[in-house]
């Protein structure tokens, strides 16, 4: 026998033990996982970026919303006539802007949630401004910024309304679209100075009042929000009055109060507590993740596969809403179901709107026996979903606040009209 046969024969494996292979393929699933990951947050870095850049909003009479609710059309009809929008979401930012001075005209819409500290705070920030314009303001920004003006909510069945006023910007014959559900009101007791145009008739309001400066700020033009819609932009006068009365300035500095702006803190001390933090905690959170990805895929095949135990008893979601329902129909109470669907609907369209809205008060209205309870922020809600959906406030406050029905034919067709408007509030196909 040769020697190198010998060294064959003696390196070669026992008979019947296979010969072990590296295991390669870990490291191959290890770095596909990686790069898995890495693209996926390139991907969503990406998309961020691109959202910062191009940014919208679902908020009535928001600039950047080119739906039938939203006002983009004006604010691109400002800029075509030279004159300078910037657009500001929220008080931290407004805090982080420059004060506007006289050459800037301040526009704030969608004001339905602010509160009147922070109005308070807006009002100082903005009172050097040349002019204040306040498209469907409310009566907590109203009572800071313009006290001779006020809100009222009523159903107004005439489509226009004349000017009948010489104001700058306004000539007494021009129409525009009137608020079916809003008016504003001059307290002339408060403030002499107030001038109301476009007026609904004896004690019916007014679309626009306009009120003198003083010495705590700028004059302030309030005005419903219906003639500066995209839809209702191109109809009568709606354009001319809307243009005429913001481009009073060089610059209009738009600002969209958001749902969540406090004044707790100012916004330079806003993270103070994330700071005790070191900065490498992110990264080793990241690097522990891998890791124990890594050890998951490493010692998964040695775990064994996963064994399925039946349990007691299962109940499904479908069973229970029908047995529910049978206890309903059993206790003849479509009342009290009706009841409970309408406040879980205005609930979920006040949180996509937007507006505040306490559903655990209406409950326990309901629990109480008192269903009938008026709730003053309903109106508030009402308003937002009509302006959203440019459906009659009437008809939305007889189906949100109306009669409930009795009989169970009248439930099914109450529960398509929530479902319905629900779906036309979201823009549901």
């Avoid at 602010?114 to 498209?135: E, F, L, Q, Y």
């Avoid at 481009?247 to 507590?273: F, N």
Wanted: aromatic residues 4%; hydrophobic residues 40%; charged residues 20%.
């Amino acid at each position: 026998m040769s020697t190198t046969s010998a060294v064959r024969t003696s390196s070669a494996p026992p008979h019947g033990t296979p010969p072990r292979r590296p295991r390669r393929w870990i490291w191959w699933v290890i770095g596909g996982v990686v790069v898995a990951v890495v693209v996926i947050l390139l991907l969503l870095t990406i998309a961020s970026a691109a959202n910062n850049a191009h940014p919208t909003s679902s908020a009535p009479l928001d600039p950047a919303d080119h739906g039938e609710a939203g006002t983009s059309a004006l604010a691109s009809i400002l800029t075509g006539h030279g004159v300078d929008v910037a657009t500001v979401r929220g008080l931290d930012a407004l805090r982080a802007t420059e004060r506007p001075g006289a050459d800037t005209t301040v526009v704030i819409s969608g004001a339905a949630s602010m509160s009147a500290p922070v109005a308070g705070v807006v009002g100082d920030r903005i009172r050097d401004a040349h002019r204040v314009v306040a498209i469907d303001p409310s009566q907590s920004a109203l009572s800071v910024l313009a006290p001779g003006i006020t809100v009222s909510y009523n159903n107004t069945p005439t489509p226009t309304s004349t000017a009948e006023c010489a104001v700058p910007g306004v000539s007494p014959g021009d129409v525009v679209s009137a608020d079916p559900s809003l008016r504003l009101l001059r307290e002339t007791d408060v403030d002499p100075s107030t001038t109301g145009c476009f007026g609904r008739g004896h004690d019916g309001g007014y679309d626009m009042v306009i009120s003198a400066p003083t010495p705590a700020g700028p004059p302030v033009v309030a005005m419903t929000g219906t003639m500066t819609l995209n839809k209702n932009l191109g109809r009568y006068d709606n354009a001319g009055v809307s243009v005429r009365t913001i481009a009073t300035s060089d610059h209009v500095l738009w600002y969209v109060p958001l749902p969540g702006d406090r004044i707790d803190e100012p916004a330079s001390h806003q993270g103070t507590e994330q700071s005790v933090f070191p900065r490498a905690v992110g990264p080793m959170f990241l690097l522990a993740f891998f890791a124990v990805l890594a050890l998951v895929v490493w010692r998964g095949r040695r775990v064994g596969p996963l064994s399925t135990e039946p349990l007691p008893a299962v109940v499904k979601a479908i069973e229970t809403t029908q047995s529910r329902g049978r206890m309903y129909r059993r206790a003849a109470a479509a009342d009290r179901a009706a009841a409970v669907l309408r406040v879980r609907t205005i609930a979920r369209l006040a949180a996509y709107l937007g507006v505040p809205y306490d559903p655990g008060r209406a409950l326990a209205a309901l629990d109480d026996g008192h269903p009938s309870t008026p709730d003053p922020v309903l109106a508030t809600v009402i308003s937002a979903i009509a302006t959203a959906t440019g459906r009659d406030r009437t008809a939305l406050m007889a189906l949100l606040d109306g009669p409930l029905p009795r009989t169970d034919d009248d439930l099914v067709r109450f529960t398509d009209a929530l479902t319905t408007l629900d779906k036309e509030v979201r823009r549901a196909p």
